[in-house]
C-alpha cells in the first residue's frame, strides 16, 4: 500500500509559477512509476506527466510540454512538478499518482488532489 499526499497548490496569475509536491508512504517509492493527472471542472480527469522508477525517462502531454517539468527524489519519496508560464486553461485539481509499470495507463494509488488556480 502507498499513501500519496499533494502540496503546492494555490491560486496564481497567467504567467506565474508553481511547484506541487507529492510525498509518498508506504511500500519503495522507487519501485514505481509516477505521474501527475489532472482534472478541470466538467471534464474528465487526464494524463499531464510521467517519470520512470530511475528518474531517467519523463513524459509529457502537448499542452504542458516546455512548460512543466516532473522531478523525483527517491531519497525523499517525493515526486515534484514544477509549472512554469501558467495558463487559465491549466485550473484544475491535479493528482499524484503512482504505478507499477511506465508508461502509466492503470495507476494503483491516487493522492488526494490539490487544486490549482490560474486567473487571467
Known amino acids: 500500500q502507498v499513501q500519496l499526499v499533494e502540496s503546492g497548490g494555490g491560486l496564481v496569475q497567467a504567467g506565474g509559477s508553481l511547484r506541487l509536491s507529492c510525498a509518498a508512504s508506504g511500500r519503495a517509492f522507487s519501485s514505481y512509476a509516477m505521474g501527475w493527472f489532472r482534472q478541470a471542472p466538467g471534464k474528465e480527469r487526464e494524463f499531464v506527466a510521467a517519470?520512470?522508477?530511475?528518474?531517467?525517462?519523463?513524459s509529457y502531454t502537448d499542452s504542458v510540454r516546455g512548460r512543466f517539468t516532473i522531478s523525483r527524489d527517491n531519497a525523499e519519496s517525493t515526486v515534484y512538478l514544477q509549472m512554469n508560464s501558467l495558463k487559465p486553461e491549466d485550473t484544475a485539481v491535479y493528482y499524484c499518482?503512482?504505478?507499477?509499470?511506465?508508461?502509466?495507463?492503470?495507476?494503483?494509488?491516487w493522492g488526494q488532489g490539490t487544486q490549482v488556480t490560474v486567473s487571467s
Open positions: 499518482a503512482a504505478a507499477g509499470y511506465y508508461p502509466i495507463h492503470k495507476p494503483n494509488y
Open positions: 517519470i520512470t522508477q530511475s528518474g531517467r525517462t519523463t
